[in-house]
């Protein structure tokens, strides 16, 4: 086994997908192609078609985008086992979605219970967003501070709902909630000198109390999951901490639907854990991104590619 003591892994969340996502790595890799597959074999669909051919609408839509980068992110470490043998990193994290990959890759649960769960999760976020619709902004150049007057200022104006989603780094905020305290979030966020103030093109108010509706179906589809303590440490979302038995693994899963994604925070417990060095399981590069905005120190490699994936495992070692 290889052991990394300064290394995590991460897994990122929705707004990685892409058409082709994991299509070079199947083709290249047995180990990979098995788990698509297996997804295909489990949902009764073509899951790797929709990741590998799109249409890109399709593989949108939060109920199939959650199970597909999922799939992709496991396929990805499949992957990186085949070429160097077991792997034990110092820690693992995932943003959003991607804290059930992490949790799957940690050995917390099999693949197929992971699977289900994250196909629920999906199907349950599409169900809220089409019963209250809601709304989602990208902010940059403010920090948390103000973003968090932000929401709650228009909260009180407007009498609706806007919280801060995903903290995700330095001057990158995502805030969430009722489309017209949102509306005016945008224009105090603008009046406060945010670079950018951005609608984003969702319905669905993730990481906000619009999900609150949800919440008690997913916790029934938590308490019938067998999760296990994981073998390598999980950074939560929700504490921004080391989730260290299946108690915290279902809080923090049942309380993530509605809190904030402290993405920035989790980097920052990383490296003060150590962390040198990133490597991110999935079709982009997003999560390397954020992460040098982050911990400028910091070695990032994503691993997007089976060109990406053989490069790293020759200078991995063994």
């Known amino acids: 086994m ?15 997908q892409e058409v082709g996502m994991g299509a070079d790595i199947a083709a290249s890799y047995a180990s990979a192609r098995e788990i698509f597959e297996a997804a295909d074999d489990l949902l009764g669909v073509a899951l790797s078609k929709l990741c590998w051919k799109g ?23 499949r992957a990186l086992e085949s070429e160097i043998g077991p792997v034990h990193p110092a820690f693992m994290a995932g943003h959003s979605l991607g804290e059930l990959t992490a949790l799957t890759a940690a050995g917390a649960l099999p693949f197929e219970d992971g699977l289900r769960l994250v196909r629920e999760r999906g199907r349950l976020m599409k169900q809220a967003g089409e019963a209250n619709p809601g709304a989602m902004a990208a902010l940059l150049g403010l920090s948390i501070d103000v973003v968090r007057e932000i929401c709650r200022q228009a909260s009180a104006e407007t009498g609706q709902r806007l919280v801060v989603a995903n903290d995700n780094c330095p001057g990158q905020i995502v805030i969430s909630g009722d489309a017209a305290a949102l509306e005016r979030g945008l224009e105090l966020a603008t009046e406060a000198g945010a670079r950018r103030a ?28 067998a999760f296990r303590p994981p073998s390598v440490p999980v ?26 994604v402290r993405w920035t925070e989790s980097i920052e417990a990383l490296k003060t854990a150590g962390i040198t060095r990133y490597v991110e ?38």
């Not at 504490?239 to 049942?254: F, M, Q, R, T, Y």
């Not at 990406?308 to 070692?317: D, I, M, N, P």
């Open 198 to 225: 951005v609608r984003l093109a969702v319905s669905i108010a993730s990481h906000s109390p619009l999900m609150a509706p949800i919440q008690e179906k997913f916790m029934q589809a938590l308490s019938s999951t």
């Open 235 to 260: 950074i939560g979302n929700v504490s921004a901490a080391p989730l260290s038995d299946v108690a915290a693994i279902n809080a923090e899963l049942g309380a993530q639907l509605i809190s904030p």
């Open 281 to 318: 399981f999935g079709p982009k590069d997003v999560l390397c991104g954020l992460i040098r905005r982050i911990d400028r120190k910091s070695e990032r490699i994503a691993l997007n590619s089976a060109d990406a994936l053989r490069a790293f495992a020759e200078t991995s070692g063994t």
């Open 2 to 16: 290889t052991t990394w003591a300064q290394t995590a892994f991460v897994f990122p969340g929705q707004g990685s």
């Open 55 to 77: 249409p890109a609408e399709t593989l949108n839509d939060t109920i199939n985008t959650q199970p597909a980068l999922y799939v992709t992110g496991i396929a990805t470490l």
